[in-house]
């Protein structure tokens, strides 16, 4: 498995309110909103995408008081906090990395917020 570094560095623009279905259309998905404010907990689905080849199923889960890695790629860590953790992906081609800020949408596709997110390969 390829072993990938996931940057939270920072989140802007944020108009969201207490349980809205957000996703970013470009590589992000499914990123539900539980928690009432900002900082908030929210599941990120990682989708296949041009820059890496996550598979459909990976999945990064945040929450608000824990960092932990599984086998299983489901990672938690605060979005509100700013640095970084691994998580374990397989198929990862050595020679991508995401370093973007992603629109956040509602299921309407309305943009309610952006998150900067760097993710690179650090090795085996």
Known sequence: MGKLKLNVLSARNLHISPNTPLKNEARL???TRIGPSYPFSSKIHIATSNACNFHESEVIEFSED??????????TFPLSTLGSFDIQ????AD????DNWFDLE???HEKVGEVHLKIELVGD
């Open 29 to 31: 998905r499914a990123i």
């Open 95 to 98: 020679d991508k990395m995401v």
């Open 66 to 75: 824990q960092i932990m890695c599984f086998d299983i790629c489901l990672a």
């Open 106 to 108: 509602n299921e309407d």
């Open 89 to 92: 992906l397989s198929n990862i």
